[in-house]
């Protein structure tokens, strides 16, 4: 079974902290790496991909990918109270496509 | 552009019932998506179609669920008889392509209640 493994948290960090979010994958096949952020009872919406091992920057996001060790991570920098939301790790690639969705990290970000 | 358009937003219906969801994607998207999502967990893929192929469908319970994607347009999403453990959110979502690397946009979603 392949599987995308998230903290569930809740993760509370302070306004203007870095806010660290992490993902274990299970297929080493996998080719993309997406992450998605959901406000309660809203759909997910897409902050990043990244395909290529290293780092990858938007804005104050930074996604992490270390294929070897099959790690995804989200980095937040400066974060804000509207960064509260869950965060959802996806991965896809492997078997026709697939995307496998992790459960999602809680992050509060207290003012 | 529009965004990806689903109907109903909420559903309350008795187990054993029947309901139907609909799903139009962005123009022009090739891939359409749907998901479950159950709360507190991610979504997980129910079936995806390349215009108006199945090219995945290993999660669908095939006993009740059914979903069709008409002329590579919309899309319906059918569960008959429902039960108690199909409450959750139903997720539409399309895609420009069909690769791995494609962007997925989301619906709002059809929130369904069995009772």
């Known amino acids: 079974q392949k599987e995308v493994e998230q903290n569930s948290g809740p993760l509370s960090v302070p306004e203007g902290a870095i806010a660290s979010l992490n993902c274990t994958y299970s297929d080493r096949g996998s080719q993309s790496f997406f992450w998605y952020r959901q406000y309660s009872g809203k759909s997910p919406e897409l902050i990043m991909f990244i395909y290529s091992n290293g780092d990858k920057e938007d804005g104050r996001f930074t996604a992490q990918l270390n294929k070897a060790s099959q790690y995804v991570s989200l980095l937040i920098r400066d974060s804000q109270p509207s960064d509260s939301a869950t965060y959802l790790c996806a991965v896809s690639g492997t078997g026709g496509f697939k995307t496998i969705f992790g459960a999602g990290t809680r992050l509060f970000v207290k003012a | 552009e529009a965004g990806v358009a689903q109907s109903p937003r909420y559903k309350i219906i008795e187990k054993r019932q029947s309901v139907a969801f609909w799903c139009n994607p962005i123009?022009?998207?090739?891939?359409l998506y749907w998901y479950q999502q159950i709360l507190g967990q991610g979504p997980k893929l129910l079936i995806q179609f390349q215009n108006n192929g199945v090219v995945d469908d290993s999660q669908l319970p095939k006993d009740r669920f059914s979903a069709e994607r008409l002329k590579g347009v919309d899309s319906t999403l059918k569960i008959q008889p429902a039960k108690l453990e199909d409450s959750a959110v139903y997720l539409c979502a399309s895609s420009p392509g069909w690769g791995s690397t494609d962007t997925q946009y989301f619906g709002p979603g059809t929130r369904l209640t069995v009772l």
């Open positions: 123009s022009g998207h090739a891939t």
